[in-house]
């Protein structure tokens, strides 16, 4: 079995500067796990890496990628053909022509020069996906895996999408319309030409069917994400800095953090993930001395949208004079083995979207022995089982009171390390692998 996924996701991050996100993670993880299943089953199965996007061909891949297309049976196709007048059909010649001529006649009326650049565009994108299409039957591609910014239809292959969640129509006021645009074209990309659907989670699932009765026809499977190879245990002490070291890189943003003495939130800064609460939350109780005055609350993550992590900061400002030292920072992205670190020395781990299609730092965080305080809505409940503190993210006391019982019950901490190292271990991408190598069987 030959199989090709859309690899824009993972083209436009650099992969090695703290920009994963959680859609790049998944796809990395779904392509390794089936390429590992694949060679065990039959070496000479091969997967295509390709973007719908030529124009991200022209920049570097990122190491992480690079190194994985150097291995065998693996395909990038990374070549942009050139346009001959013969790829180009009678009808598209003649718009080109009609377009060509009269744009510098009329431009100045009617903006037809951004009407020609749009055609032109248009023709570039059909021929390109016509030498897709010829380069992936070369290969003898059976199951195309579209992208969450990148998918097309391409008859005579069974095309497979990925629906991550349904925040931009279930939280609309939280998304920028851009997002909301694209995920509405992904919708009807999936529901018209996809055999196939992989849910993230059951919830996502849900969600999908409840937007729409014509998800009930589809054939759907549940494809939970595992755990990057950097919270494997054989690689999380592997190559990686001690604590000491932590200190000294990020001592002057982190006000003398020590082990076991901070709580993390790692993540993009967005309006869904619910983050003034926890700042709030936080200095409310150590300016209340409910909890240890030593004890530090740790951000961590891109800037996203939305102002989130602008208003922190403003918030900080007002509320920390410039004497007193602070007890809550703000970091940006961190590379890999940083982040790592910064999870394995944390007290806890809190987490407290509105909504999740997954929730990886929940997953990873107790992989690590972190205990997790998480959200009690979507998904979230899915990945934590029984081995987190739930919140009700609407309720500010609440997450209050779960930091402070958390903080203050040390034995209580301990329960949920060791309850969340199991339950973390019901998560694998081999799992998953077997299981979405079936369902393509079945399609």
Known sequence: ?????????????????????????????LITSLYSLLQKKDNQSTIVLFSFNHSLLRYPLNTEILKFCNQKNIIFIKKIPRVKRDDITMSELLYLSFFKHTA??????????????????TVQHKMYVRFLTQQLKKYHVTHIFHSQTGFYPMKTF??????????????????REETLDLQ????????RDCDGII???KSTKKDMISYSKNFLRKKIVIGYPG???????????????????????????????????YILYYGTFEPRKNLPYLVQAFYELQNNQEIPIDFRLIFTGGAGWGNVKKNIANYLQENYPENQNKTISVLDYINDKYLLLFIQNAYAVVYPSLYEGFGLPVLESMSLGIPVICSDTSSLPEVGGNAVSYIDPYDFFDLKNKIKHLVNHPEYAHTLSQKGIIQSKKFTWEKTAKKIYTFMHDL
Request: a positive charge; glycine letters at 4%; hydrophobic letters at 35%.
């Open 199 to 201: 849910a993230i989670s």
């Open 1 to 29: 079995m030959n199989i090709a996924f859309e690899i824009s996701t993972l083209i436009t991050a650099s992969g090695s500067f703290g920009d994963k996100s959680g859609v790049y993670r998944y796809t990395y993880g």
């Open 104 to 121: 510098k006649i009329i431009n100045t009326f009617i903006p037809i020069k951004l009407m020609y650049e749009n055609y032109i565009y």
């Open 227 to 261: 755990l990057d190879h950097i919270f494997n245990s054989s690689q999380s002490t592997k190559n990686t800095p001690n604590f000491d070291m932590l200190k000294n890189v990020f001592n002057k943003n982190c006000n003398g953090i020590e082990r076991k003495k």
């Open 158 to 175: 069974k095309n497979i999408t990925t629906i991550y969640d349904l925040t931009p129509f279930l939280l609309k006021d939280f998304h």
């Open 184 to 191: 509405k074209r992904k919708i009807i990309f999936t529901l």
